[in-house]
């Protein structure tokens, strides 16, 4: 009886494993996550549809960018709620967009801030055309110190890789 106990208690700790927790993408990826993460779901890494990033903790924010004109109201997952369920264990980040733009961007910025992977711009999926489908969205408007070159330089649109390194 205690091995079966032992046995049961063990598949039940098994199934609640954050690795367990990341499920295949139903829908187009539309990103993936690859370098230091324990969960992965794919060969890639770790990859994402718009359902399984909606699905995450986020944020919503109307704020102004360098890029944009007006405060366009972006939504989307915070970007530490995505490394939370890739299990990253890394301290930078190489942000890589579909063009190969890419910018290294500081784990540290996403722990202090509330930093965004944008899906919505205006209550709209963002298309490739409008920065999308994903684009880093700093809190520009709770910090606006943020506002600075070294910020836009790490805000990344057209995101489709996140290297955890």
């Known amino acids: 009886m205690k091995i079966l106990a032992l046995l049961a208690a063990a598949v039940l700790v098994a199934g609640l494993s954050p690795a367990a927790a990341l499920d295949k993408p139903t829908g187009p990826v539309v990103l993936t996550v690859k370098g230091a993460i324990a969960n992965t779901n794919s060969d890639a890494g770790a990859e994402f549809d718009l359902a399984m990033l909606t699905a995450l903790p986020g944020r919503v924010?109307?704020?102004?960018?360098?890029?944009?004109?007006?405060?366009?109201r972006f939504?989307?997952?915070?970007?530490?709620?995505?490394?939370?369920?890739?299990?990253?264990?890394?301290?930078?980040?190489?942000?890589?967009?579909?063009?190969?733009?890419s910018a290294?961007?500081?784990?540290?910025?996403?722990?202090?801030?509330?930093?965004?992977?944008?899906?919505?711009?205006d209550g709209k999926p963002m298309s490739v055309r409008d920065k999308g489908p994903l684009f880093i969205i700093y809190p520009f408007d709770a910090e606006p110190d943020l506002f600075t070159e070294v910020y836009f330089n790490r805000s990344v649109w057209q995101i489709a890789t996140i290297e955890v390194r």
């Not at 290294?104 to 711009?121: C, F, N, Q, R, S």
């Open 61 to 72: 924010t109307e704020v102004e960018t360098p890029w944009t004109s007006g405060k366009p």
């Open 75 to 101: 939504e989307g997952p915070l970007a530490r709620a995505v490394l939370e369920a890739v299990g990253a264990t890394g301290t930078m980040l190489k942000v890589t967009a579909l063009n190969d733009y």
């Open 104 to 121: 290294d961007v500081p784990v540290e910025d996403l722990e202090k801030h509330d930093v965004i992977l944008a899906t919505t711009m």
